[in-house]
C-alpha cells in the first residue's frame, strides 16, 4: 500500500521537480543470526561495517539507491548445549574419538561479508509535506549480492571455510535531516535475509534464520538539490518612477498590467500598501482614486496594487514546484500576518499546447494556488478574482510565462 500510495503521488510531484544526483559514506554496526548469533545468552558482539552509496532522486519522494560495502562480526552459541561439532562438519551429543571437535558452547565463528544493495527509497514523510521539509523518513526496499567468508575458533578447535556467495532480499528504515543545503544525515537501520547455505557454516539444527542486521548513518551530499538553506524575502522592492510614469521593479521582478477591466495597475512600495489599507475612508479614496485629466479621459479607477513573487511551475505543471515553496511559505506567512489585504490570482501558460488547453490549465494553476492558500490559513472572503489568463504570448520565453500571479488589492 506504501508502494503504490509513493508511486502515484511521486508521479503528480515529478512534473514538479527536477531530479538530482546523490553520493555519500555510512557506517555502523552489524549483526548476525544464524545456528550462532551475535547476541546470545552470554555475549553481546557489535560487528562494524563501512561503504559508501550513490544514487539519483527521481522527486522529492522516490530515489534509486546504490550501496557497496564491507563488514565483520563475531557470533557464538544460543543455547546450543550438549551439541558437539567434529572437524567433518557433523554435529553429535558428545566427544567423538579420533576426531576434532569441541561444544558449541566453547566456540566461536568470526565471519567477514561484503554486500552490493540496490535500493529504492521511498520518503514517507514527504507523501504528507511540501518538498522542502528538511527532515525525511525513508522506507527502502532493498536486493542484494553478499559475499562471506567464515572461521570457527576454540582452544580446541579451528577451522576456515571459502568464500559464499548469497542473494539477499530486506528493507532499510531511515530518519534524516539536512543540516546545509545539500548536506543530510540520516540514522539508519535494515535487515537482510540470505539464501542458501548457513553464512556461520554451522550445521542447521534447532534455529533457522539467516540474517545479517546493521545499524549506523548516512552522510549525503545531494548535488542538484535546489531547496534554499533558509527563506529568502518574498517580495521585490518596488517604487513608482513619478517622472516616466512607469513601474520600476527591482531584482527583474515581472509585474503585470492588466487593463481589461479598464483599471490602470501602479506599482508600489509594500509598506505603502499597509499603511493606505490603515487610513481612513477620506484619506484612502484619495490614494487609490483620481481624475486623468491628461488626456481628457472619463475618469479611471487608478488602484494601488502590487505583484507578489511569482509562482513558477513546471511544463504542464499544477502543483507547486520544489523550488518554489520556500517563496509560497512566505507569501503564504505575510498574507496571514496583515489581514486586510484583499488579494487576485492569475494563472498564465506558455505556447506549448492549445489555446484551449491552456486556458484550462491556467485557470487550474489559479485555483491551485487559492487552494493552498487557504490551507495554509488564508480566509476565503479575502479573494477576488480566481482566473486563468491561458497563453502569455508577450513572455520572454516558456520558462517565464508558466507562472501564477497573486496581486494585492
Known amino acids: 500500500m506504501i508502494l503504490c500510495n509513493a508511486l502515484s503521488i511521486s508521479t503528480l510531484r515529478a512534473q514538479d521537480s527536477t531530479g538530482h544526483w546523490f553520493f ?28 559508501i552509496f550513490g544514487g539519483y532522486s ?17 557470533l557464538n552459541a544460543q543455547g546450543c548445549d550438549p ?10 551429543f558428545a566427544p567423538v574419538i579420533d576426531h576434532n571437535g569441541d561444544f558449541y558452547r566453547n566456540i566461536t565463528a568470526k565471519d567477514k561479508f561484503s554486500k552490493v544493495a540496490l535500493q529504492l527509497d521511498i520518503d514517507i514523510l514527504k507523501l504528507f509535506t511540501e518538498p522542502c521539509n528538511r527532515f525525511s523518513l ?54 537482510t535475509a540470505l539464501t542458501g547455505d548457513r553464512f556461520d557454516n554451522i ?13 549506523g548513518i548516512k552522510i549525503a551530499y545531494r548535488a542538484g538539490r535546489k531547496c534554499a538553506e533558509r527563506p529568502t524575502p518574498p517580495f521585490a522592492d518596488v517604487t513608482t ?25 501602479v506599482v508600489v ?47 504542464n505543471g499544477l502543483s507547486i514546484p520544489q523550488q518554489e515553496y520556500p517563496k509560497f511559505r512566505e507569501i503564504a506567512d505575510y498574507l496571514k500576518e496583515n489581514p486586510q489585504m484583499e488579494i ?35 480566509a476565503e472572503e479575502r479573494f477576488g478574482e480566481v482566473v486563468g489568463k491561458g497563453i502569455d504570448h508577450s513572455a520572454p520565453d516558456n520558462k517565464s510565462a508558466r507562472r501564477v500571479e497573486i496581486i494585492v488589492e
Open 344 to 378: 487576485s490570482i492569475y494563472g498564465y501558460c506558455s505556447k506549448t499546447g492549445t489555446e484551449e488547453y491552456n486556458l484550462h490549465l491556467s485557470q487550474r494553476r489559479a485555483d491551485a494556488i487559492k487552494h493552498r492558500l487557504m490551507q495554509a490559513g488564508v
Open 241 to 265: 518612477d513619478t517622472t516616466q510614469n512607469q513601474p520600476v521593479v527591482a531584482d527583474n521582478e515581472i509585474i503585470n498590467t492588466d487593463t481589461t477591466d479598464n483599471q490602470q495597475v
Open 24 to 51: 555519500g559514506i555510512q557506517g555502523g554496526t552489524s549483526l548476525g543470526q544464524c545456528t550462532f548469533r551475535s547476541i546470545t545468552d552470554d555475549n553481546s558482539n557489535l560487528g562494524g561495517s563501512a561503504g
Open 269 to 315: 512600495d509594500i509598506h505603502d500598501i499597509v499603511n493606505t489599507s490603515n487610513a481612513d475612508d477620506n484619506d484612502q479614496k484619495s490614494v487609490v482614486t483620481e481624475e486623468n485629466n491628461d488626456n481628457n479621459q472619463p475618469k479611471n479607477d487608478k488602484t494601488k496594487r502590487t505583484t507578489l513573487p511569482l509562482i513558477h511551475f513546471a511544463n
Open 58 to 74: 527521481f522527486n522529492p519522494v522516490l530515489s534509486l539507491e546504490a550501496a557497496a560495502s564491507v563488514g565483520s562480526m563475531k
Open 203 to 215: 550445521p542447521k539444527l534447532h534455529h533457522t534464520s539467516n540474517h545479517i542486521f546493521d545499524a
Open 138 to 191: 525513508t522506507v527502502a526496499p532493498q536486493i542484494s549480492v553478499i559475499n562471506t567468508k567464515n572461521k570457527l575458533s576454540s582452544d580446541n578447535y579451528n577451522q576456515k571455510f571459502g568464500s559464499q556467495t548469497h542473494f539477499g532480499y530486506g528493507a532499510q528504515v531511515a530518519l534524516g535531516c539536512f543540516v546545509a543545503k545539500k548536506i543530510e544525515i540520516q540514522l539508519f537501520g535494515g535487515v
Open 83 to 92: 551439541y558437539w561439532l567434529s572437524d567433518d562438519e557433523n554435529v553429535y
